[in-house]
């Protein structure tokens, strides 16, 4: 089974920075998008930012020019840098990936999601 795991969330004071996590495991054989999204309480889970194999990039237009998305190919680990963090971004953030596994079927897994408080 492929499993992912977030880490790095945490509480964190409006304008600080905080940088995600999120380790693939198990039999991949290629990963096709990988995203991050996140969900406050009584609302839908949200798109912040994604990343395609070739490498291109989308983001909320609530995060942009504040939150960058980044892959390690090697260590199969997306990242979410996240700065100038405002209450609003108030969140469990998760993350996904879509590919194809070592024996041909595709793939879609969602990790635990990890809290990220930002207060003063």
């Known amino acids: 089974q492929v499993h992912l795991v977030e880490s790095g969330g945490g509480l964190v004071q409006p304008g600080g920075s905080l940088r995600l996590s999120c380790a693939a495991s198990g039999s991949i054989f290629s990963i096709n998008h990988s995203g991050w999204y996140r969900q406050a309480p009584g609302n839908e889970r949200e798109l912040v930012a994604h990343i395609t194999s070739g490498g291109s990039t989308r983001y909320a237009d609530s995060v942009k020019g504040r939150f960058t998305i980044s892959r390690d190919n090697a260590k199969k680990t997306v990242y979410l840098q996240m700065n100038s963090l405002k209450p609003e971004d108030t969140a469990v953030y998760y993350c996904?990936?879509?590919?194809?596994?070592?024996?041909?079927?595709?793939?879609?897994?969602w990790g635990q999601g990890t809290q990220v408080t930002v207060s003063s």
């Open positions: 996904n990936a879509d590919g194809v596994t070592d024996w041909g079927e595709p793939f879609g897994s």
